[in-house]
């Protein structure tokens, strides 16, 4: 079952797209990074997949994105507009977050997840392509966004994310490596994986990791 709506927050509304498991064991929220929104194709390969699978999925636009405006804000700025629009689901639409929650994203979406999960209650944070550096500058890292977090976290990370790859990801966190992925988790048109086997086993992955979070 689909369902959408506006919610406010301090930045504008944001858009919540929600496909909902018939009986959830856990629900995924998801945000999007700060060149795309939620239809990337990462962010629908696990909507069309997770809800059979007893996960539902709610997709959180962000609202710089709902205003048609080109450059996301301030990374404190999409923290409020996204805990505001999550808390706003719980308000209107609480058959939307009746199991536990684990929240998430892609980019600067996984950024703001492991910034604001643990005030959110949130079980765990499913990080797609976190952008660990700038490309090109690794001294620039923001893995203390990952060792400093509470909660357990799953990072999906392609080996050739110019944002640095598997190997720079700091030790006791779970990592998915997808082989011969970039920063949109596109693959080598002769790389070891078909697209759809990639995304295949990073459903697989995030599966067997958020089912195990309650």
Do not use: K, N, Y
């Not at 962000?62 to 990374?75: K, S």
């Not at 994203?105 to 005030?119: D, F, L």
Request: aromatic content about 4%; some cysteine; glycine content about 10%.
């Amino acid at each position: 079952m689909r369902g959408a709506c506006l919610v406010p927050t301090p930045l504008g509304d944001a858009r919540v797209v929600a496909d909902l498991a018939l009986r959830p064991a856990v629900t995924l929220a998801l945000g999007h990074g700060a060149g795309g929104g939620i239809d990337a194709p990462d962010l629908v390969a696990l909507t069309t997949a997770l809800p059979a699978r007893g996960i539902s999925v709610l997709r959180v636009e962000q609202p710089w994105r709902v205003r048609g405006a080109r450059v996301a804000p301030a990374p404190a700025q999409l923290d409020v507009a996204w805990v505001a629009a999550v808390e706003a689901v719980r308000d209107r639409h609480p058959g939307w977050l009746q199991a536990p929650l684990v929240v998430g994203g892609r980019s600067a979406g996984a950024r703001v997840a492991c910034r604001t999960g643990a005030a959110l209650g949130a079980v765990g944070v499913v990080a797609l392509s976190f952008p660990l550096h700038p490309p090109g500058r690794p001294e620039r890292s923001r893995a203390d966004e990952l060792t400093t977090l509470p909660i357990p976290i799953l990072v999906v990370q392609g080996t050739r994310d110019a944002f640095g790859g598997p190997d720079l990801l700091p030790a006791g966190i779970d990592v998915h490596s997808v082989p011969g992925a970039d920063h949109s988790l596109a693959l080598w048109r002769r790389g070891p994986l078909t697209q759809a086997e990639a995304f295949e086993r990073i459903v697989e992955a995030v599966v067997r990791w958020v089912r195990a979070r309650p």
